[in-house]
């Protein structure tokens, strides 16, 4: 029986070119993907991103590798609570290669998220899943995230954007 390598989650280090490059070729997979909208990435992105995301200290990321081989990602973005008056950690990709789904690898990655959110104080992780995405709304519902709401007759709180520019 063939045994699958150990899979190591880590936090990345923008500075390092092995981290740097597993970040856009699983960011860029994901991106080919239906439920990242199914397009690579730009050659902007790919050009830009690792040092755009060093730049800003409120956001980080989480590597998941099989061997060497780089498997999950998860990119995080720090924010703000005025309710709470503390930070809170949106959750903004999170990418397992096809491959390697069903394996638990994402649970691990949200658990580093989840250990750097309550180093930084915040006070609830945050996320928005396509509706079509049913493995992925599975995993976060026994992850424990839920629909948000403040008053229930108010219903719950939908995920709006506008492109600007």
């Known amino acids: 029986m063939l045994e699958r390598p150990l899979i190591k989650i880590v936090r990345a280090d923008y500075a390092d070119p092995v981290h740097g490059a597993a970040l856009i ?17 730009s050659d902007f992105a790919r ?6 995301l060093a730049a800003r200290p409120f956001i980080f990321s989480v590597l998941a590798f099989a061997g060497d081989t780089p498997v999950g ?11 709470a008056c503390r930070p809170l950690v949106n959750v903004h990709d999170v990418v397992v290669l096809p491959g ?8 691990q990655m949200f658990a580093e998220i989840e ?6 104080g915040a006070c609830k992780l945050t996320l928005e899943v396509l509706d079509g995405n049913a493995s992925a709304r599975a995993l ?3 992850l ?3 629909a948000y709401q403040l008053d229930p007759a108010m219903g719950n709180a939908q995920f709006l954007h506008k492109w600007l520019g």
């Open 47 to 52: 050009a830009n991103l690792v040092g755009q």
């Open 140 to 142: 976060y519902r026994r």
């Open 144 to 146: 424990g995230f839920t």
């Open 25 to 41: 070729d699983l960011l860029d997979s994901y991106a080919r993907d239906p439920a990242g909208g199914g397009a690579p990435l």
């Open 115 to 120: 250990a750097i959110a309550s180093e930084r």
């Open 100 to 107: 390697h789904r069903g394996r638990g690898i994402a649970a």
């Open 73 to 83: 990602l998860i990119n995080a973005i720090e924010g703000f609570s005025t309710f």
